[in-house]
T-cell receptor, first 114, second 114 residues
Framework: DSGVTQTPKHLITATGQRVTLRCSPR?????VYWYQQSLDQGLQFLIQ???????AKGNILERFSAQQFPDLHSELNLSSLELGDSALYFC?????????????FGPGTRLTVL | DAKTTQPPSMDCAEGRAANLPCNHS???????VYWYRQIHSQGPQYIIH???NNETNEMASLIITEDRKSSTLILPHATLRDTAVYYC???????????????FGTGTRLTIIP
């Protein structure tokens, strides 16, 4: 158990819909990262937040957005969903902004878009 | 971040040492070598990291060559639960905007054989 929690575990929805994935980092961790793992693209970094502020952006679509709240939990919002958005979405956290500190990953949310 | 090259798959007999190689010939002086693994579709799990000295923890040992162009992850007594995809990642050690993400390649699929 990494200490990072993600909800829901599974999500099945239809094309065009909007969903919200939630992540609670380990106690004391200020940084939250979101990654997407699809069959054809592998594990890809989406976005990072540090203490409530966006820190870095990766291959995140404009239809996707995220935020980190004052209690440090984070939400990833996916809208106008397409079949290709079906994937595993992982959240990770680290103590600070990175450096040599490791990231701890949650169990993931499996999104299926029908 | 420097690119890494890993064999796509390896087998190892249960109880033997598993040696997973990684080539990172373009690594820079301030870049660390990290190893993560992903068991089935679980969240990636941090294993170990190092800069230039060999490192050991309760999970594994990391041997980095003197020129730092390659490294080997050693699982000393592999068990069936070590069957996973192992990722070698090179990342800058100094925290800075945009460089804290993990860039995953395709990794090595390690199968432990009973």
């Amino acid at each position: 158990d990494s200490g990072v929690t993600q909800t829901p575990k599974h999500l099945i929805t239809a094309t065009g819909q909007r969903v919200t994935l939630r992540c609670s980092p380990r106690s004391g961790d200020l940084s939250v990262y979101w990654y997407q793992q699809s069959l054809d693209q592998g594990l890809q970094f989406l976005i990072q937040y540090y203490n409530g502020e966006e820190r870095a952006k990766g291959n995140i679509l404009e239809r996707f957005s995220a935020q980190q709240f004052p209690d440090l939990h984070s939400e990833l919002n996916l809208s106008s969903l397409e079949l290709g958005d079906s994937a595993l979405y992982f959240c990770a956290s680290s103590v600070k902004g990175g450096g040599a500190s490791e990231q701890f990953f949650g169990p993931g949310t499996r999104l299926t878009v029908l | 971040d420097a690119k890494t090259t890993q064999p796509p798959s390896m087998d190892c007999a249960e109880g033997r040492a598993a040696n997973l190689p990684c080539n990172h010939s373009t690594i820079s002086g301030n870049e660390y070598v990290y190893w993560y693994r992903q068991i089935h579709s679980q969240g990636p799990q941090y294993i170990i990291h190092g800069l230039k000295n060999n490192e050991t923890n309760e999970m594994a040992s990391l041997i980095i060559t003197e020129d730092r162009k390659s490294s080997t992850l050693i699982l000393p007594h592999a068990t069936l639960r070590d069957t996973a995809v192992y990722y070698c990642i090179v990342r800058v050690g100094v925290s800075n905007f945009g460089n804290e993400k993990l860039t995953f390649g395709t990794g090595t699929r390690l199968t432990i054989i009973p």
